[in-house]
């Protein structure tokens, strides 16, 4: 199944701020608010961030905001920390044969 | 605060039935608000979903993967299991199970489902299919 595509890797200082991109289809990320966001430290369960595009749900700090544009969601990370560094997945809608698709991932690192 | 731990067999024969099991903790596996999901990573790779069952036993799989899975729920234990058969060098990977929060915003339980989000996962199970 196709996934959506995220950058591999995605780094910044302490304090700045990144963002993360997911780009899919008007199948999916483009068609409907169902955009999802997920953080990963690998050994550990991933965490969700986000839901239905821009929603974080009780206990995600507000350093974590997403938007959407067209066929592409983003998640921003501002004032970056070191416990940030992770693994970031996406996660949408899709009209396609699944119920639930996910992006390739991306690292984040923290220099 | 729930949580999940997936257990099972962490080295299984190609052409073999693997089989996995998550126990859920601090919360009920039956209730109508939620579904329960297995998704695997391939070492390298992101994330898919693999299917997900109500404490019903309702199921829902991924094309792909459908002849070959079988979930199942023990309410009794709270637990709920993954079988998939006739594995092999591909289906090694981290096998997580989650929590399906459904959107409830439509009627269609398929729908709801499509549209949800995972909010609880447990840390992951990594099975080798290996001779």
């Known amino acids: 199944q196709s996934a959506l595509t995220q950058p591999a890797s995605v780094s910044g200082s302490p304090g700045q701020s990144i963002t993360i991109s997911c780009t899919g289809t008007s199948s999916d990320v483009g068609g409907y608010n169902y955009v999802s966001w997920y953080q990963h430290h690998p050994g550990k369960g991933p965490k969700l961030l986000i839901y239905e595009v821009t929603n974080r749900p009780s206990g995600v700090s507000n350093r974590f905001s997403a938007s959407k544009s067209g066929n592409t969601a983003s998640l921003t990370i501002t004032g970056l920390q070191a416990e940030d560094e992770a693994d970031y997945y996406c996660g949408s809608y899709t009209t396609m044969y699944t119920i639930a698709v996910f992006g390739t991932g991306t690292k984040v690192t923290v220099l | 605060q729930l949580q999940l731990q997936e257990s099972g067999p962490g080295l299984v024969k190609p052409s073999e039935t693997m089989s996995l099991t998550c126990t859920v903790s601090g919360g009920s596996i039956s209730t109508d608000n939620y579904y329960w999901a297995w998704i695997r990573q391939p070492p390298g790779k992101g994330l898919e979903w693999i299917g997900s069952i109500s404490y019903t036993g309702t199921t829902y799989y991924t094309p792909s993967l459908k002849s070959r899975v079988t979930m199942s729920v023990a309410t009794s234990n709270n637990q709920f299991s993954l079988k998939l058969s006739s594995v092999t060098a591909a289906d090694t990977a981290v096998y997580h199970c989650?929590?399906?929060?459904?959107?409830?915003?439509?009627?269609?339980?398929?729908?709801?489902?499509?549209?949800?989000?995972?909010?609880?996962w447990g840390q992951g199970a990594l099975v080798t299919v290996s001779s």
């Open positions: 989650a929590r399906h929060c459904p959107f409830k915003g439509v009627v269609n339980l398929r729908q709801q489902l499509a549209r949800g989000n995972f909010d609880y």
